[in-house]
């Protein structure tokens, strides 16, 4: 399982990484690895605006389906429109290609409140080996 320490962690599992001043958001290696082969990714418009641990969107998996929750609040700038198409790009690439969406953060301080790589390792890295 791999845990980027160039981001921060919600405890639902998505991930915001810091790019200028704006957040790019994904779910997590250890998501996807859960939920198994992902079939359907429903996000919000660009424009939504959303408050920190809002749910914003669905994702599904052969297993299960599970919702999104907004690591931070703000606006939705950008939305990765490709995963209508292709999905699986969160199973390919979570931390990469197959990022969710993008966030105008309204309180960049609420980023702190989000787990760093280290902790986030310690609550979920644990439970791979159980």
């Not at 359907?40 to 969107?57: H, I, N, R, S």
């Not at 309204?106 to 390792?121: F, H, R, V």
């Amino acid at each position: 399982m791999r845990i980027p320490d160039d981001r921060r962690y919600a405890e639902t599992h998505e991930w915001a990484k810091l790019e200028g001043t704006l957040l790019r958001v994904g779910l997590s290696d250890y998501a996807q690895e859960e939920l198994g082969d992902i079939v359907l990714v429903d996000l919000p418009e660009a424009g939504t605006k959303l408050a920190q641990g809002e749910g914003f969107g669905v994702i599904e998996s052969v297993k299960a389906v599970n919702d999104l929750y907004a690591p931070v609040s703000g606006e939705v700038t950008e939305v990765h429109a490709e995963l209508d198409d292709r999905p699986e790009l969160v199973n390919e690439d979570p931390y990469g290609a197959g990022w969710l969406m993008v966030i105008r953060p309204s309180d960049p301080t609420e980023l702190d409140s989000l787990m760093g790589a280290a902790d986030y390792e310690k609550l979920y890295g644990e439970e791979e080996g159980a």
